[in-house]
């Protein structure tokens, strides 16, 4: 198995194999209480958190949800994420939508910008073209069960009941319909899936039990290239009869159908009403989607499939064990935690083969194997790393290291693989999402935390290009034919990148905004100086560094804002420091102002010292805080014209380093303090209706909110030879992180609660610690962090 | 080289050298001419024909062109087949259609089921927006020229003149551009050309002088598949800048683009205001498109290539040399085999591969090279060899035996690729084009005339295939995913194809018409029967004989027609034997009762004798000469509800043998009169309004017409041990086939004329005959055949 699974310790073997029993007993017993439910129940303080999985709650903010964004029948990192899609019109509106009414199909793929089959059970006499002209059902959340690796609901307009599990890349499916009536299923091979419209599919009958095929993802403004998905599909009742339909033709009794627009109907007769459905996975050839099928899930067992794919969910996510808290909290917690494991999925098959479209013609590769001939990683799809050095870049070294070792290394086999480590990969090829290369500090903390097989002066090469014309930082967001839009050469020559560029050399690519550019280059230079300094290379590390500081050619000491500059060298006029976008990516000056992780001493400096930049900083989180730290509750709120015009906004990346800003000038008091109200605030909802606020990005919001509740974070991304993590203010009473097999690092609050968010002590394994600061090595050695919690500040402690 | 090359005799090749002389000394000196001068001239008797590719009128039946029927800059089976469409929508109605004012684009790639690349030079200062919705340009044909290998004409609209030739795999354009006007060329990635819509494409930068790319044939009903088409572009000047589109964004410089619906513009400043572009193309990759540019046309001498693609054309029909007839005849004549040439071209690439689609995924394969390291034959496209019994397969292995090997031995290849020989390969796959095997015939005509390398004991169980129920007989038209629509099992069983077929079991697939399906069966049984006696396999020869007799299933004595059968075994009732398509392919039962060619002595026995048979046969003609012995002039027409009510129809496959069934019931005297009386009526016009009076068929009917003016026909399609050829009526006081490299036969005719199309006396190298038929080895040994002409029949001479 290439899909990275985390081990557990005995303790939560034992908790486990109990919910293996309890699941075969009743396939609904582990139920998660629903939205419903939950407002019915008291919101007690908990003692030790239970069974980690029950307490997700997977209908977190599904109101807004995009693609991508729902989980259920899924394995972490599985290639297949099967659920009902209530929506599929584009990337962001689609996918599990809670209040849409109707179920559209149930796709196996949800991924950045990948789609794959979508089946729909039916059951009616009319023809073939009434159904494929009309065929959702309406469902209702009264009677539906979701828990991670299972999906339960009822197609009321059939009268089917539909359960879902998965294996990492098979989907398994149970219809059962009612007696006397029609047992069918269609294949939607054309139409809009999410991200994608699908182009020319192929299904071909193998046998009564089997058919195989593939869809394709037709290329987009991002992935740019068609991407064909195969699959295997193997019933437990023999096909009846195939009918199939292409444009407005229906052909009956048919052994295949291809073509643009076209789509199957499977018939069967079982004799128990109940039809079984395995289908397997592989974006390398229809072979490859049977050989997962055979290795992953040979039998048909649905209960038993269901009741692993929990157990390994439960695995994972008591990688981090907390106590105390409220019930809510715990729940939030866990959700959060789930949520970071979700996206970013594998794409190779269980024989380590995958494809690589980067080039002229597609090619199948091969992934390295170890002694045992298994894959020593996985190839994963992945949206963009923007944001990622404060998110699941510290959080999964520290929970999950073979899972960042994967994502890691995969990133690096595709850097060989295309010439270039790609920005973010989908489909074999590089959707060159967002500006820059924001891979760098995710890779050299990687690095730093020692877990790439990469040796870094493999990697210190690799990334050099990324940062040269030659590489991704010379592209704007998607500027896949054309290398202006990064401004690059201008940064290179002026030290800034000139907002606007001039449209006379190209209007290609997105994100050309020049004062974010700018600012992110800066701090990604300052990553690969790291990187270079622990090779040894310092004439390369001294390049990289005074690269570093081309952030403080955009600061305008008049305004005290980081500014946009033209090309001639002026400043841009007028400047208003809250209008969105005005030169900055997804940001305004006032929240650009702060992205200058590497360098706070020198922000401090230019702003007039620590005094001034933590007042304005004050400032900026009172203001923040009027509309809860964000620019509204949803993805879809945050173009409002007046929400977005916050200082400070904890629905998106680009400031959601600023509440550590104010430890590492010198006040870490307020980090706890704001730090803790934004845990509070922006992370503690649980309903469909609300939770991140924004664009939970594949992991990447539910990786902070974890790391904001465990009370640590890493200003810098982590790129410290043994990399720092500021303290922040942990909410629970107790939180242990299983860092290896047998070693755990927990982190224990006294006199914790909802106002005491101070930090009057620090203990590390029973020694007093004068700095609010760990290192890597000391957590991941294992041991205790003891926190004496107050409701007030404590004068000045040791920062960092 | 591996597209068929046909050497000249020393005779021609001094004819050809002078005319390289005029085109190098004035490109427009073989000017053809047009529609328009043509009732200028006198249509005087001619002696000798002049250049045989300056008679050639390339605008006959142009105003009913469908994309693959018109040629201008190609060469013969040449892969690229350059011109202007001035219409674009469907594989019927599009291509360059005579009455069309505008030009819409200049596509490579004219053949069945596939389109190329399309460029479009265009010249104004509009945005790319407003080039990319409206860029189509107005033309005259008072200012056009058109030649085999080369067309010209002027874009009105830009004042562009452009000028177009080919060598097989390369396309070669000269723009001449306004002084001080852009010089633009757009590249046409999208939307639909002809038969396919084009669906993902890429184009990338080599270097100021090169680009590559592909587009993509989206699947259709009949080519399921989609295709890509590389290509190589090289420009005689640098490229100054590019800009792309896709869908409603357009993109400023940009170093190449892809996606659905995409473009290119590309922008030159050249000194001279002209611009060259020779585009390569490969179906297998982008870097065999660049090496079959390099290895064809590696200069830039625009007036050579087009010399030599005249001259080419030029040698190729001087293997038929005619003398006597009016112009207006040898115009046509030379016409006719200019057509017999088109389509079915060539697909592999220099180096001898090409692309197998027929797989889960696509195949690159490798053509067998012969000691010179060249491939042994090429790869060819083709639609369907339905009718090619009568047609090509006489024809080509006549004149053109390199090409009959060629494409004989690429149908096998195909066969050994896809696991059966298929009906009409496009693209690497199987359109399964109309019904049954025709190509079995075809085969076994090419296997009795020596020329294949395949031995006939390797064909054998491939065409025994191919009638089994795991063969194409058991498909109807393009029935790719269920094998019932043949309707093979009943024949086998009740020893006839029911009409209808039932519904309930599939209503899938074209031509699914009982009454045709027996027909056409019974006659490939008895080739296949043909070529298992060749082979010494009497058992399998036995037996395919026996079911050559299903025919006599559906001879209804009471009506005295072949007529459909139901599936009770009941006639079809009630039975209008005129109705079209009512149990007969494109057809109906008056004509598709003929179609026993294999067993006219059984025919006439049923019917009641040969007198019976002779009278009814008159008296179809004699009805059919009312239409002109068509169902109207052109393709468009012949759904015309009375039109299509007749006996007999030239103007498509099924009955054009009929003229030759009187000779073969003993009447060569009425074969002689009908079938002059056919090519002075049908095959004889020369407008763009009228030519083929229904449907060329890539070669058939321009096949048929120029044996009925030579007055040779095989009226079993040439299945004899050694094949028989029934004479007709030569329409020319010589003709002269180059039947080998130093050996000619010539028909010579004596006080022939329009009023006199009997034979009287018949001298085979000087002997009198008393036969009215010859052997194949009697014509390939080269000899004189003189016919004494009359305008009388002489009473019954010796007949078959």
């Known amino acids: 198995m290439s899909v990275p699974k985390f081990r557990s310790t005995r303790l939560v073997v034992s908790r486990i194999f109990c919910s293996l029993l309890l699941l075969q007993a009743a396939a609904s017993a582990a139920q998660t209480p629903t939205a419903q439910t939950l407002t019915a129940q008291t919101d007690t303080a908990q003692a030790t958190a239970a069974e980690p999985a029950a307490l997700v709650y997977p209908f977190l903010d599904t109101a807004n949800s995009r693609w991508f964004y729902f989980s259920s029948a899924a394995r972490p990192f599985g290639m297949v994420s099967l659920f009902p899609d209530t929506a599929l ?134 992935r740019v290239k068609p991407v064909k998905v195969y699959f295997h599909l193997a019933f437990s009742t023999p096909v009846q009869q195939l009918d199939a339909w292409r444009a407005d033709q229906q052909f009956a009794n048919v052994n295949g159908i291809s073509g643009d627009d076209a789509g199957l109907r499977v018939s069967f007769n079982s004799s128990d009403h109940s039809v079984l459905v395995k289908a397997g996975f592989s974006y390398v050839s229809a072979d490859n989607a049977k050989l997962n099928l055979q290795s992953e899930l040979a039998g048909w067992d649905f209960a038993k499939t269901s009741a692993e794919a929990y157990a390994q969910w439960n695995q994972t996510l008591a990688r981090v064990h907390i106590k105390g808290g ?77 899972a960042a070792t994967a994502l890691g290394e995969s990133l690096i086999q595709y850097g060989r693989d295309f010439g270039l480590i790609p920005r973010g990969p989908s489909g074999g090829q590089d959707t060159l999402v967002m500006p820059g290369v924001p891979t760098t500090p995710f890779l050299v903390s990687l690095a730093q935390k020692g877990l790439l097989h990469t040796p870094a002066s493999e990697l210190l090469p690799m990334l050099q290009k990324n940062h040269s014309e030659a590489g991704l930082m010379a592209k704007a967001g998607y500027e896949h034919y054309s290398a202006s839009g990064g401004g690059l050469g201008y940064y290179l020559k002026r030290g800034y990148v000139p907002y606007p560029l001039p449209e006379t050399e190209s209007n290609y690519g997105s994100h050309r905004r020049g004062g974010g550019q700018t600012l992110e280059y800066a701090y990604q230079d300052f990553a690969l100086a790291q990187l270079a300094a622990k090779t040894g290379d310092q004439t390369v590390a001294s390049k990289f560094l005074e690269r570093s500081q081309n952030w403080r050619n955009l600061f305008d000491a008049k305004t ?27 940001s305004n000056a006032a929240q650009a102002t702060w992205f200058v992780p590497h360098d706070i001493e020198g922000l401090a400096a230019v702003m007039g010292g620590k005094t001034r930049l933590l007042n304005r900083l004050e400032q900026a989180f009172q203001q923040a805080a009027k509309q809860d730290f964000t620019a509204g509750t949803a993805h879809a709120q945050e173009g409002h014209p007046e929400y977005r ?111 005491r968010p101070y930090i009057r002590q620090i203990k590390l394994n029973g020694k007093v610690l004068k700095r609010t600061y760990l290192l890597h090595s000391e957590i991941i050695a294992g041991g205790v962090l003891e926190l004496q919690m107050s409701a007030t500040a404590t004068p000045q402690q040791a920062s960092q």
């Open 89 to 222: 019109n584009g990337e962001w509106g689609s996918g599990y939508r809670y209040d849409e009414t109707t179920v559209k199909g149930f796709n196996h793929i949800h991924e950045w910008q990948l789609a794959g089959l979508s089946l729909m059970p039916v059951s009616d006499h009319r023809p073939l073209s009434a159904q494929q002209a009309d065929y959702t059902s309406a469902f209702s959340h009264d009677n539906e069960q979701v828990r991670p690796g299972y999906h339960q609901l009822q197609l009321s307009r059939y009268g089917i009941n539909v359960e879902l599990t998965a294996t990492d890349r098979v989907g398994f499916s149970r219809y059962q319909y009612q007696p006397g009536q029609p047992q069918q299923l269609l294949l939607q091979l054309g139409g809009v899936q999410g991200p994608s419209r699908l182009g020319h599919a192929e299904v071909w009958q193998i046998d009564p039990h089997n058919l195989a095929g593939f869809i394709t993802n037709q290329g987009t403004e991002r």
């Open 326 to 402: 409220s019930l809510s909290q715990q729940r939030r917690f866990y959700t959060d935690l789930w949520h970071a494991l979700q996206g970013r999925r594998v794409v190779s098959d269980v024989n380590g083969q995958y494809m690589d479209l980067s080039g002229q013609s597609a090619k199948v590769r091969q992934l390295p194997l170890n002694a045992q001939g298994q894959p020593r990683f996985a190839m994963h799809n992945s949206d963009s790393f923007w944001g990622a050095q404060w998110t699941i870049a510290t959080l999964w070294p520290l929970v999950y290291p073979q």
């Open 560 to 586: 005290g804002f980081i500014r946009p500059k033209e090309i001639n060298g002026n400043w841009r006029t007028p400047f208003d420091p809250l209008e969105y976008e005005a030169g900055f990516i997804e």
């Open 645 to 755: 015009r916050t200082p400070i906004n904890y629905g998106n990346q680009p400031s959601i380093q600023t509440a550590f800003i104010f430890a590492a000038a010198g006040a870490p008091e307020k980090t706890q303090y704001w730090s803790r109200r934004i845990s509070d605030t922006v992370y503690s909802h649980l309903t469909p209706q609300r939770g991140y606020n924004g664009d939970e990005d594949q992991g990447l919001m539910g990786s902070l909110a974890v790391l904001l509740k465990l009370g640590l974070f890493q200003l810098s991304g982590g790129l410290e030879a043994d990399p720092i993590y500021q303290l922040g203010s942990p909410l629970f009473d107790e939180a242990c992180l299983q860092v290896a097999a047998e070693r755990r690092f927990c982190i224990k609050t006294f006199n914790n609660g909802p106002d």
